[in-house]
């Protein structure tokens, strides 16, 4: 069963930076899922943050956090991060990580529903 724990979340002033940290673990191959951040704020739809190919080879960002947000993943040691930088309140949200081995090809997914495994999620507050 693959298992997804994010971690690194915190509270911070506006302007300030994070990353978080999603480890898979339960299955080998950490190179055959593509993986992504979502985040969903209160009262809020679930949002497509970033994504990542199997290989890095080509990555997405939602148009928010284009040019504050890096998403990277070490396939030798089953991660995937998320740098933020220069936070805004409006970044306030659950995070979440999420993997799906569907399709083939240096691709990745915007979508929610084609994720197949999610991680719990880690608080991210930011205080204006």
């Known amino acids: 069963q693959v298992q997804l724990v994010e971690s690194g979340g915190g509270w911070v002033q506006a302007g300030e930076s994070l990353t978080l940290s999603c480890a898979l673990s339960?299955?080998?191959?950490?190179?055959?899922?593509?993986m992504g951040w979502f985040r969903q704020a209160p009262g809020k739809e679930r949002e497509f943050v970033s994504a990542i190919s199997r290989t890095a080879g080509k990555i997405g960002y939602s148009d928010s956090v284009k040019g504050r947000f890096t998403i990277s993943r070490d396939n030798d040691k089953n991660m995937v991060y998320l740098q933020m930088t220069n936070l805004k309140a409006e970044d306030t949200a659950v995070y979440y990580c999420a993997a799906t081995q569907r399709g083939g090809g240096g691709f990745y997914y915007i979508r929610d529903y084609e994720y197949d495994y999610w991680g719990q999620g880690t608080q991210v507050t930011v205080s204006s």
């Open positions: 339960g299955r080998p191959f950490f190179g055959s899922y593509v």
